[in-house]
């Protein structure tokens, strides 16, 4: 099928409508949201002399629906001006707008004949050939299309968002008995390639992938909180970070969801999957019952299995539900000896060994979670997917596990999983033992730097479809080692592309990073023709390591110190003019350094989701490896005849001074960090350093010429200086600023000015490294500034002082 989507019509303007309007509207797509027309006049129409015939009225739920989203954070838009994209409009006077799409996507409330009436009515203006899906979370697909056209059933099915549909991956597709195999083919590549998801195409059967297995857990884990013996706090601990998991774990991701929501599709499970061997499981506990009738329902209520309140002080405090008396009590801190042996290991994937292992109630806890969930996982094959990975897929991209059930069973080992579901009294499917019958030992193998499953009709292991598009780093780094150090691992991508890709820990930039980048530069200039710097943790880095610079200030070891600061800014400056092309692949936190680095790459791929900033104000620093003087740089370069030069380098330097740091890719370029024409965004994030490679092969294979060093760059000295610095006076004075922000935006400021020059000067770039240096190395003397960089270390939080 070559179908190209220009424009889609939602239908349905709640959370979940407006969230997927947004993210259509974030990869460039027009769209039509629709909503109901009011019914009656709320009071501040009524004090309007409003009518139920005036358009604002008429649009007034799709309107309010779309502001609120669009005010929500975090944001489901990856830049405000993209909701120009979004027209809004009703069901009665606007459904006939849907002829001029391409893709109808209904969201409307969660009842089958709502959803009935819906679609009769709109395919009396869908054009035939139009894509038409429901976000239904669980209404059986079959049932939804009855009585509609041969057409309307070809090009209908379900396509499954999960909330919020900006940042959660998962994508199932559910076919409906007539859905045709182009219709699934082009949804499911279309999912992964321009709106940046994770596809799986779902079996028609309750809840289907992500949702049977994700409520599965947390009823389980509801049931064994008090088997084991364990309070709210305990569990969250458990199933949070230190397996791999949102820091919300179960019962807070519970509160933030909606107790009435995960009781919706845990009924509708218990109702509708007779056969489930563990049907049971699906009863809510009674603590659940009670929580319900007192609507204690998390976020939305004020109040679920956390409360926010406040004491006598007035001090906010969380308190949690004791299960056992149903009152909320002070929290309680969870500690366990066996995660503290986890404590040195960095690699979830890793920990899993150790955490059976545990002799204590951790241990126990685990051992028994496993052992349930590995068991009804087994049992789900075939009947809501005919293959393993799709389930892993589902919990990883839907519910943000970093490993999905199979993947952590092959952690802990096939047998040792064995043990765990038999221990429970319970039994692993039949294909299981068969696999292991056959010499198989694992679900998941990896050949060629490709991921291969194993396929149980086959017998055998396949490689899993949809690879082409990925390089998977964990797949190619033992095979494809070039060199490595503590620091970071270089990799032959192929094509004459290299990889240097981050170890150290939150990816911070150290001695042995900037080791291995210069290394990575020097073999690429030797015997390749690009590099890459990318990895696939969950940030990119998180700039500087701090904790080297504390130690050296400290210690007032400031010459090894200059020396260290200078090779981050040499090093960066390598980047910038080596005998290759260089780019950067910033994803997630990519703050101070990290953002430094791709500041100086010739080009940027960056993820969608990039939180890139220059941040070091917050530890009473300033940029000091190259960023204070890119900043100047950029400004001058941006200095247009007759501009009022002045206003475009405060701009600069006030993103500094205010340590901004975008909340999507796209909002990098108003704060100047990547470049139009230059940098480039992709949706999905595992598609990025592919892409990454490719831009790197292309620019050498244009002809990539070494770029010559500047010395052309205007700096207005006093002019600016001056400005800058009663500004920062003002600041101080209005109490905007504290006396030691005040001393490091006017290190800053005399950096950017170029010093305090009489006049415009050209200069080049050392001229402005070496200003950066210095004032960097002076404000590591200050006492203020060593307070703020041990609070952070500390804390992981800024201090103002």
């Known amino acids: 099928m070559n179908k190209h989507i220009k424009k889609v019509a939602v239908i349905g303007s709640g959370i979940m409508g407006s969230g997927i309007a947004c993210h259509f509207a974030n990869i460039g797509v027009e769209v039509l949201l629709l909503d109901i027309v009011p019914r009656e006049l709320n009071d501040k129409e009524k004090a309007k002399g409003l009518t139920l015939e005036d358009k604002a009225v008429r649009n007034r739920l799709v309107n309010d629906s779309l502001t609120a989203a669009l005010k929500s954070k975090p944001s489901p838009i990856y830049h405000q001006k ?21 893709w109808i996507i209904e969201v409307v409330v969660e009842r089958l004949d709502i959803k009935k009436k819906v679609f009769e009515n709109l395919e009396k203006y869908r054009t035939p050939g139009t894509l038409i899906t429901s976000n239904t979370s669980g209404i059986p697909i079959k049932f939804m299309s009855e009585g509609r056209s041969d057409d309307f059933q070809k090009h209908f099915c379900g396509t499954h968002f999960f909330n919020p549909a900006r940042y959660l991956k998962l994508f199932e597709i559910i076919p409906g008995p007539k859905t045709s195999q182009e219709v699934l083919d082009f949804l499911n590549g279309y999912g992964e390639k321009f709106l940046g998801k994770t596809s799986v195409v779902a079996k028609d059967t309750p809840a289907f992938i992500g949702n049977r297995i994700g409520i599965f857990s947390i009823q389980s884990l509801f049931h064994t909180v008090k088997d084991v013996g364990m309070t709210i706090e305990e569990v969250d601990k458990l199933t949070g970070p230190v397996i791999g998991r949102p820091k919300s774990a179960t019962f807070r991701t519970v509160d933030v969801v909606g107790l009435d929501t995960l009781v919706h599709v845990a009924n509708g499970i218990h109702e509708n999957c007779k056969d489930d061997e563990r049907l049971e499981l699906f009863k809510l506990p009674d603590f659940i019952d009670t929580m319900m009738e007192n609507k204690w329902l998390g976020s939305k209520t004020g109040q679920g299995f956390y409360k926010k309140s406040k004491d006598k002080d007035g ?3 969380i308190l949690t539900l004791d299960l056992d008396t149903m009152d909320y009590r002070s929290k309680k801190s969870a500690k366990f000896a066996t995660l503290e042996l986890t404590k040195t290991i960095d690699k979830v994937v890793d920990r899993f060994a150790v955490l059976v292992g545990g002799k204590d109630k951790a241990g126990e806890f685990y051992r028994k979670s496993f052992g349930q969930l590995f068991a009804y996982v087994s049992h789900r094959i075939p009947e809501i997917t005919d293959e393993l990975y799709k389930i892993d897929d589902a919990m990883k991209a839907g519910f943000g596990w970093e490993h999905g059930p199979f993947q952590i069973w092959d ?29 198989h030992d694992s679900f998941y193998s990896v050949k060629d730097g490709a991921s291969y499953f194993y396929d149980i009709p086959k017998k055998s292991m396949e490689k899993i479809p949809g690879q082409d598009a990925f390089i998977i780093l964990d797949n190619i780094r033992k095979t494809k080692e070039v060199f490595k150090n503590s620091g970071v691992v270089i990799e032959d991508l192929g094509d004459g ?3 240097v890709e981050f170890q150290s820990k939150m990816n911070t930039i150290g001695g042995d990073v900037l080791a291995g980048l210069n290394k990575a530069i020097d073999l690429a200039e030797k015997d390749f023709q690009g590099l890459v710097v990318g990895n696939q943790a969950a940030n990119f880095s998180v700039g500087a390591n701090i904790g080297m610079i504390f130690m050296m200030a400290v210690e007032q070891e400031y010459d090894e110190l200059n020396m260290a600061i200078k090779m981050f800014q040499d090093t960066m400056m390598r980047m910038r003019y080596s005998a290759i092309p260089t780019v950067s692949a910033p994803h997630g936190m990519t703050l101070g350094g990290g953002c430094e680095l791709s500041l100086h790459a010739d080009k940027v791929v960056a993820a969608a989701e990039t939180y890139i900033g220059l941040v070091e104000f917050g530890v009473g620093v300033i940029p000091g490896g190259g960023g ?5 740089v950029r400004a001058q370069d941006t200095f247009k005849k007759n501009d009022v030069e002045l206003n475009v380098l405060q701009e600069y330097f006030l993103t500094i001074g205010m340590a901004k740091v975008s909340t999507s890719a796209y909002e990098a370029y108003d704060l100047g960090i990547l470049q139009h024409g230059k940098d480039i965004v992709v949706v999905n994030k595992d598609r990025q350093i592919a892409t990454a490679k490719a831009h790197a092969k292309l620019m050498a294979e244009a002809g990539y010429t070494q770029p010559v060093k500047r010395k052309d760059i205007k700096v207005l000295g006093k002019q600016a200086l001056g400005m800058f610095l009663v500004g920062t006076d003002s600041m101080e004075a209005s109490h905007y600023i504290s006396e030691h922000d005040k001393k490091i935006a ?14 415009p ?6 001229y402005l490294l070496d200003l950066e240096r210095e004032a960097f190395l ?24």
Not at 628 to 632: G, P, Q, T
Request: net charge neutral; charged share 30%.
């Open 82 to 102: 993209f909701a120009s994209r979004i027209t809004t409009g009703n069901l009665e006077d606007d459904i006939a707008k849907v002829s001029k799409v391409d």
């Open 315 to 317: 001090k906010t405090e």
């Open 497 to 499: 592309i290299l990889n």
């Open 628 to 632: 204070s003087k890119e900043f100047a």
């Open 778 to 801: 002076s404000l590591c003397t200050e006492r203020k500034t060593l307070e703020r960089i041990q609070h952070m270390l500390k804390t992981g939080k800024p201090l103002r002082n």
């Open 746 to 759: 006017n290190k800053l400021a005399y950096v950017m000015a170029g010093g305090d020059l009489s006049e």
């Open 411 to 439: 952690a802990v080992g096939l047998d040792k999983g064995l043990e765990f579901v038999q221990a429970e009294g319970l039994e692993a499917a039949a294909w299981v033992k068969e696999m292991k019958a056959s010499g």
């Open 761 to 766: 000067t050209l200069v080049n770039e050392q």
